[in-house]
T-cell receptor, first 116, second 117 residues
Framework: DQQVKQNSPSLSVQEGRISILNCDYT??????FLWYKKYPAEGPTFLIS?????DKNEDGRFTVFLNKSAKHLSLHIVPSQPGDSAVYFC???????????????FGQGTILTVHP | EAQVTQNPRYLITVTGKKLTVTCSQN?????MSWYRQDPGLGLRQIYY???????DKGDVPEGYKVSRKEKRNFPLILESPSPNQTSLYFC????????????????FGDGTRLSIL
C-alpha cells in the first residue's frame, strides 16, 4: 500500500516558467512533509519541509503548499532553471509531541526536466 | 567535510553469498537509516536506528540485517542475497531521531548499486 504517491512520473517545463510537482498521501497521521531532490549518481538532498500546522512554506524559489483536507501537497519552483532538472521525491513522517517514530515514507519520485 | 560514506559503490555478486554494505557518518548523528530505490517504487525504508544499540524495522526489512554497535557506523547485511534484492541502496543520517525528522533532515550517502545474479 503506497501511502505517499506522486502520480506524475515526469514533468517538462520551459526555463523561467513555473514547475509544480504534486504529492498525495493517505495516512492522516502524517504530520511532517519534506521534499528531496536527487541528481543522477548522487544521494537525495533535502530541499524544503512543512509541518502540518502550516499550509505554506517558502524558501527562495521553492514553495511548498499543504492541503490537509485533501491530503495533498505541492512544490512550486519559480522561476525554473535548467539546474533544477532532477528527480524530486516527497516524503512524510509521523511525529507526536516532537518525538519522531523514526520512519520516513517516500513517494515514487517525479523527473523534472527544465528546457533552456 | 560532513558526509555519509557508503562502500562499496557498486557490487555484482551471486545468490546466497553473504555481503555487507558499510555506512559511516562523521557528523556525530544519532539517527541512521537504510533505504532501497527501485523504479516506480521510489525510496523504501529498510531499517533505521535511533541510537547506538537501538534498531527497528522499516517498511521492507525482509532479507536484511543491521547492527549499530557504535554511533558512526550502520552496516547493512544480506545474509543470503537473492535476485529480488538487486537495487540501489542509500544510507542516511540525521542529528536526532527524537525530534521531528522534518526539522532535522536526513543526509544521504551517494548510494550502492547491488546486482545479485
Amino acid at each position: 500500500d503506497q501511502q505517499v504517491k506522486q502520480n506524475s512520473p515526469s514533468l517538462s517545463v520551459q526555463e523561467g516558467r513555473i514547475s509544480i510537482l504534486n504529492c498525495d498521501y493517505t495516512n492522516s497521521m502524517f504530520d511532517y512533509f519534506l521534499w528531496y531532490k536527487k541528481y543522477p549518481a548522487e544521494g537525495p538532498t533535502f530541499l524544503i519541509s512543512i509541518s502540518s500546522i502550516k499550509d505554506k512554506n517558502e524558501d527562495g524559489r521553492f514553495t511548498v503548499f499543504l492541503n490537509k483536507s485533501a491530503k495533498h501537497l505541492s512544490l512550486h519552483i519559480v522561476p525554473s532553471q535548467p539546474g533544477d532538472s532532477a528527480v524530486y521525491f516527497c516524503a512524510a513522517s509521523v511525529n507526536a509531541g516532537g518525538t519522531s517514530y523514526g520512519k520516513l515514507t517516500f513517494g515514487q519520485g517525479t523527473i523534472l526536466t527544465v528546457h533552456p | 567535510e560532513a558526509q555519509v560514506t557508503q562502500n562499496p559503490r557498486y557490487l555484482i555478486t551471486v545468490t546466497g553469498k553473504k555481503l555487507t554494505v558499510t555506512c559511516s557518518q562523521n557528523m556525530n548523528h544519532e539517527y541512521m537509516s537504510w533505504y532501497r530505490q527501485d523504479p516506480g517504487l521510489g525510496l523504501r525504508q529498510i531499517y533505521y536506528s535511533m541510537n547506538v544499540e537501538v534498531t527497528d524495522k522499516g517498511d521492507v526489512p525482509e532479507g536484511y540485517k543491521v547492527s549499530r554497535k557504535e554511533k558512526r557506523n550502520f552496516p547493512l547485511i544480506l545474509e543470503s542475497p537473492s535476485p529480488n534484492q538487486t537495487s540501489l541502496y542509500f544510507c542516511a543520517s540525521s542529528l536526532s531521531g527524537t525530534g521531528a525528522l522534518g526539522n532535522q533532515p536526513q543526509h544521504f550517502g551517494d548510494g550502492t548499486r547491488l546486482s545479485i545474479l
